[in-house]
């Protein structure tokens, strides 16, 4: 009996013994996954530069005698735009404002004027800024591209001038405000640095600019009548900007 009830002791003690190894040796494996994905946002502001095309059709109307023609202005412009956009899932609202320097410049004979009297009358319109404040509401496909449309105010600067016989009689400059509408698509190369092509269209109802008006010398019966012209402009860009914020570029890194 003796024997028996040592035989079972130690066949226990062992049998524990190698339980407790066994739990000592087996550990928990550890999880393998795919590493967490890192979603870009459009959140934050931005400041940058950008470079394009413009069209404008000008009319010009006298508010006596009515039609003094039209002409079409086309050059380059360049500037800056400075930003911030909210994001709430796949929509970005933001806010922008941004300046450009033009170069567009149109010539229409005044068929009017020039049969009246008897000279070669030419309308002579240079567009030389644009500026706009506006907003902004997009929608953000495949993460890193958006899609999205803008409006708000919009003013340009500029001057007009009469050319009788190819010498200026009457100029003034101006700076005029109006509306303007638009639609983009922005990429975003990396989390701070994204590239966008904008279409942007601007209406400026009829302008009187001070001091542009006929003198008795050269319009003869046409004194102190007041010229209105009406612009309106289409604009294609091309641009990059600097994005700040949740991701984005950080000074000393």
């Excluded at 994905?37 to 006596?64: I, K, P, Q, R, S």
């Excluded at 303007?180 to 701070?192: D, R």
Aim: hydrophobic fraction near 40%.
């Amino acid at each position: 009996m003796k024997k028996f009830l040592l035989a079972v002791t130690a066949f226990t003690s062992i049998g524990a013994s190698a339980v407790a190894a066994d739990l000592t040796v087996r550990r928990p494996m550890p999880a393998y996954g795919p590493p967490p994905v890192a979603f870009f946002t459009w959140a934050g502001c931005y400041v940058g530069g950008n470079a394009g095309g413009l069209w404008a059709h000008t009319e010009w109307h006298d508010d006596v005698f009515g039609d003094f023609g039209t002409g079409t202005a086309s050059g380059g412009l360049g500037g800056l735009q400075v930003g911030c956009n909210l994001q709430t899932g796949p929509w970005v609202f933001g806010l922008q404002a941004d300046y450009d320097w033009t170069n567009a410049t149109s010539d229409s004979t005044n068929v009017f004027l020039s049969n009246f009297t008897g000279f070669a009358v030419t309308n002579h319109r240079e567009i030389d800024s644009l500026a706009s404040v506006t907003g902004r509401v997009g929608y953000a496909i495949w993460d890193r591209f958006l899609l999205y449309g803008k409006g708000g105010g919009a003013w340009v600067h500029g001057s007009a001038s009469l050319q009788f016989a190819g010498v200026t009689t009457a100029t003034a400059s101006t700076t005029r405000g109006g509306w303007t509408v638009g639609l983009g698509g922005e990429y975003a190369f990396t989390n701070w640095l994204t590239g966008f092509v904008e279409w942007d269209y601007y209406g400026f109802e009829r302008d009187n600019p001070s001091g542009l008006v006929c003198t008795p010398s050269r319009c003869r019966v046409f004194v102190g009548n007041n010229l209105d012209i009406t612009t309106n402009i289409n604009v294609v860009k091309v641009g990059l900007n600097l994005k700040f914020g949740p991701g984005g570029f950080s000074f000393g890194y």
